[in-house]
């Protein structure tokens, strides 16, 4: 391609990555900011760059050391990245979080990470950071981001740093300039404390390295007529390496946000963006839903127009050897269905062609029409989403990674597009797949069948985007990186075409489809207390509420009245649910110390109990995977309708 | 040649008329009365069009027919689809090979109501050397009549044909819901109507497709191809914008299909009738073929035009018109650096 060297900037760290945008793409808008749905304010590469060189020099004066952990509290905005780009250009780090967090996590996040100067997005947030200044004596400096609201006493604001700088730079000073050719690729560009999953949040390192190595391996093509949507927090590194990505390739970043989405989208045209699951089933319901207000003619337009793609695809899936590989397949079997794919793909392709063009295409206008790719990662895509939006012909590029991943492990190329996948690695990445209780490698293997594809177990991941560590956890880092192999903790298997299939986690928290993490066990502790429960699991991982399996204690009951002769009786007895349901709510309450989201939503009663060396290990401890395979179908019922249980 | 002297049974004609009037009542639920305004905000590009719909077109057509020696029934039906005015599916091919849908939209209104007095015209005047041919024809087979081009029935036909057009209009402006569904629908049953023309031609004249002589084929295939060819590299010339290029070579090569079968149902008669009809079938299913072809290569082709011209427009929608849109030096190619149509506003001219 002629205009290939367009395709993305490769510089050794961010600061540099910032000052060569600026000289490449000068005068293109960088971000853009919403006033009103069809007038937005843009700012260039070149300007961003001028206000970071000043705000940096601004920070520089205000004692912000090389190396320094500048706290960043805020949801996206413009004067976020501002603030980004000051800090990268002053050599220091930022430890960013959403205005969502609690005292308690701000207070051990400004402790633990030595904060001195921080950053805080609204008046309330400072206000906040000013009382727990009293118990932090270090944090000197708090800086409100928005210029808008009125200043709280003690606090100062952006443009004061910033003008302070810009005074120092029209002296001429050039300190920024000397800080950035001090940066190491070994140097922190950001320190994320991931939402507490056993109490304390940990922080994790993140290298410019790490960053550098995930905007050269990303898989795709852009340019600088690229539109990038901003919709996630950016204070995840999901979000933020997409938008340091968009900056490599001089595209623009619209910051949207939940509420103005579906208008942003049609509005802005996007081409690309970060997505989560959840966002992805808020359009599904809403497409879905339109087409049921909609005029029966259209409905059944619709009905054909899915039913055609759905066969279409199917085929073209098969043909291209992108269907869902889970099983070894012999090549015979492979050769004789061949013939009928192909079939069905001629006798489908002109009826899909129009109904494509004609009923397809205005529920992809729906989504902005534009949208080249879109990787959907945070969570796993439920499969029927998945299937809806590549059918239909949006396509979900779904991805897999961790914070301390940086966080991208693989995702799915447009080309190479096997749903219910996460695609092969990225570049430069290794995947192996463990045995999680004897460490044994099962894939690559070369002594087994297949390599060892098809066969789930730990993921494990080597390349240049795993984090430095957990900041101050030796320990920790140590048992998460081995022999420079990062224990991702999720379960996973490579498809017989060398996708990466995930397939749970193996540690035990529980992710809901909204991102809230879940630590299950504590949970399960608190309900055994109860008389009536043997045993329990919570469960819900990727869904939008928590589920329960309980054993019940068959005697409590008998002297409850409630009789029986076996567990399998017992479970079948109205009486019992009833007084479970009772019990479990009881338990489980805001007033018994639990958030809302952990509510349970609903539960399902086991006829067995858990066995030592089936369900349970040597120790007693419930083996997650186990009792999930075996109950999936008592499972999906708990989630078969969609709302929780009341 | 043989030809079947009845290639329709009468319900295959109420079929066919059923399926005119509701296609024709799509394409006016497509249109609104701003469309025509639209045409004289354009004029340049509607001329080009104009031009290449009604001077291009029935050019090629009566070249292909001379240069093929086409029989004098299969000639004059080529001659008559090359000056049919353009129907809707050209606005949605337009659409999808990323060319100025609005240009589509505007032309094909233009030529609809242009072809009243063009299509009389162009068809007498290119077709006197078939006609004359048809008449010594008839004299030896003992008839005493003359061979004319009906041409009051023509413009009759046409008029009629606008009827459920200007339907269609009301009811887009009484109810946009449901003439989105006549849209849809008419679309979806041109597919089927065409697709069961062809089927049941098969079935029963199967041996139509071996008898029909090769140069019709190419005739057919032929003339939608030198639309193609010559309605884009004529805009290229002249210099209109790449989306428009796109835009006038789609509008020029794909005519309005049903109407070509409406006017020869109810203009013509046997022996002529059935091999004209036949000839218009064919060429109706061969541009569904190619222009399905061609717009996926425009699709490709266009793609680089398309992402900056997209993203330029949405700078001055977001930004304000004033915004103008600087590519790093080098990022243009030639070609588009001194093509002063890339942007919408002024100021985005370079």
Known sequence: MEYARFERIEADNLALLYSE?????????????????????PVTYKELYRQGLNLATGLIAYGVKARDHVGLFGDNRYEWILADYGVQLCGAADVPRGRDVSDAELKYIVGHA?????????????????????????????????????????????????RKGEELRNQGDREAEERIAGIRPDDLFTLIYTSGTTGTPKGVMLTHANMMSQIRNLPGHHNCTDRTLSVLPIWHVFERIIEMYTISFGGCTYYSGIITLSEDMQNVEPTFMASAPRLWEKIHEKILANIKKAHPVRRLLFKIAYFLAKQYKNSEYFIKNKDLKLKRQPAWKRWLLMPLHVLRWIVVLPWYGFFNAAVLERIRLGAGGSLAATISGGGALPIHIDKFFNYVGIPVLEGYGLTETSPVISVRPKLNLVVGTVGPPIKETELRIVDPETGETLFPDPACTAGGRGKRGEILVRGPQVMKGYYKEKNLTESAIRDGWFHTGDLGMMTHNDCLKILGRHKATIVLSSGENIEPEPMEMHLQQSKYIDQCMVVGQDKKFLGLLVVLNGCEFVKNGIKHRSLQELVQIPEARELMKKEIRRLISPATGFKNYERIGDFRLLPEKFEVGHELTNLFKIKRHIVTEKYSDLIDHIYSNHSPKK | MEFPSQLLYAQDQILLALMIFIIMLGMGASLTVDDFRAVA??????????????????????????????????????????????GTTSNMFTYFSRGSVALSISMTTASTVMALFMMPIILSLYTVEFTSQ?????????????????????????????????MGMILRKKSPGWAKTMEDTAGFLAVIVILYLILTAFVRHGGLFLQTPVTVYIATIGLGMAGFFFGYWFSRLIGMKPIFQRAISLETGIQNGPVSFAIILLSFNEPVQSQMLWLAILYST?????????????RKHGKFDWDIYKNTQIHNRLFGNDFVTKYPPGFLPARLINDPSQGTQPAQKR
Request: proline share 6%; aromatic share 8%.
């Open chain 2, 41 to 86: 905000r354009s004029p340049k590009g509607v001329l080009t069009g104009f031009l290449s719909q009604f001077g291009l077109m029935p050019l090629i057509a009566l070249g292909l027919a001379i240069i093929l020696k086409l029989h004098p029934a299969f000639a004059i039906s080529l001659i008559l689809i090359g000056c049919l005015p353009g």
């Open chain 1, 114 to 162: 030595g904060i001195t100067f921080c950053f805080a997005e609204t008046k309330q947030l400072a206000i906040r950071l000013l009382k727990l200044q009293v118990e932090l004596p270090a944090l000197r400096h708090i800086v409100m981001l928005d210029p808008a609201a009125e200043l709280p006493e003690g606090v100062l604001r952006l443009q004061d740093i910033y």
């Open chain 1, 21 to 41: 945008a600026a000289k490449r793409f000068d005068d293109l808008p960088a971000f853009a900011t919403r006033k009103s749905a069809q007038d937005w304010q």
């Open chain 2, 286 to 298: 061969f541009i569904v073929m190619t222009s399905s072809g061609i717009t996926m290569y425009f």
């Open chain 2, 134 to 166: 048809l008449t010594a024809d008839m004299r030896a087979g003992g008839a005493e009549t003359e061979f004319v081009i009906p041409t009051g029935n023509i413009i009759s036909s046409l008029v009629l044909v606008l009827v459920p057009v200007i």
